[in-house]
T-cell receptor
Framework: SQQGEEDPQALSIQEGENATMNCSYKTSINNLQWYRQNSGRGLVHLIL?????REKHSGRLRVTLDTSKKSSSLLITASRAADTASYFC?????????????FGQGTTLQVKP | EAGVAQSPRYKIIEKRQSVAFWCNPI?????LYWYQQILGQGPKLLIQ????????DSQLPKDRFSAERLKGVDSTLKIQPAKLEDSAVYLC?????????????FGNGTRLTVT
């Protein structure tokens, strides 16, 4: 079963603009991770945020986590054409098999040059 | 370090035929995952190994899918017999031990088309 739901399903912006993607999940988590997938390739890890963290930065990426609302957002600033890809959130559930990552349906981002 | 290797890259078979996929994880990674990704969807976990033991196979259709990880290194995923709805990309991923706060490393996947 899918844990996360992402919003929007698709996003199209101009180069230089910011892109924001949202992820909601259902159960308590240990951590939440964001991955990028270029067409025809595997997923690449972008950033991990633990359940006791509220915000994390990595280069042009900013991730927030609100455990009370069971939601996270990924912000890509000053987007580039090379950021065109699908983005997935994935959650590691608290307790039980914490090595299990459950992925959302993803957001497809198109950055126009 | 070398990444996760998968083969073949593409496979086309007819329904009711069998097919096998191979994965070689990153050296030293004890945990290995097989995910199924249907077009337009997120990856769905099929099976998770730690060394050569199964940790989770709750979503593996065991009447037709099987997987093994002999010697705790390489892994194979088999489908027999294939159905049309098995058309998808099969992704292998690995990570060191079963560390919760560490990312997964993915291979480029095998794209299966069942006709």
């Amino acid at each position: 079963s899918q844990q996360g739901e992402e919003d929007p399903q698709a996003l199209s912006i101009q180069e230089g603009e910011n892109a924001t993607m949202n992820c909601s999940y259902k159960t308590s988590i240990n951590n939440l991770q964001w991955y990028r997938q270029n067409s025809g390739r595997g997923l690449v890890h972008l950033i991990l945020i633990r359940s006791n963290e509220r915000e994390k930065h990595s280069g042009r990426l900013r991730v927030t986590l609100d455990t009370s609302k069971k939601s996270s957002s990924l912000l890509i600033t000053a987007s580039r054409a090379a950021d065109t890809a699908s983005y997935f959130c994935a959650t590691a559930t608290l307790g039980g098999n914490t090595g299990k990552l459950i992925f959302g349906q993803g957001t497809t981002l198109q950055v126009k040059p | 370090e070398a990444g996760v290797a998968q083969s073949p890259r593409y496979k086309i078979i007819e329904k009711r035929q069998s097919v096998a996929f191979w994965c070689n994880p990153i050296s030293g990674h004890a945990t290995l995952y097989w995910y199924q990704q249907i077009l337009g969807q997120g990856p769905k976990l099929l099976i998770q190994f730690q060394n050569n033991g199964v940790v989770d196979d709750s979503q593996l259709p065991k009447d037709r899918f099987s997987a093994e990880r002999l010697k705790g290194v390489d892994s194979t995923l088999k489908i027999q017999p294939a159905k049309l709805e098995d058309s998808a990309v099969y992704l292998c991923a690995s990570r060191p031990l079963d560390r919760t706060n560490s990312p997964l490393h993915f291979g480029n996947g095998t794209r299966l088309t069942v006709t």
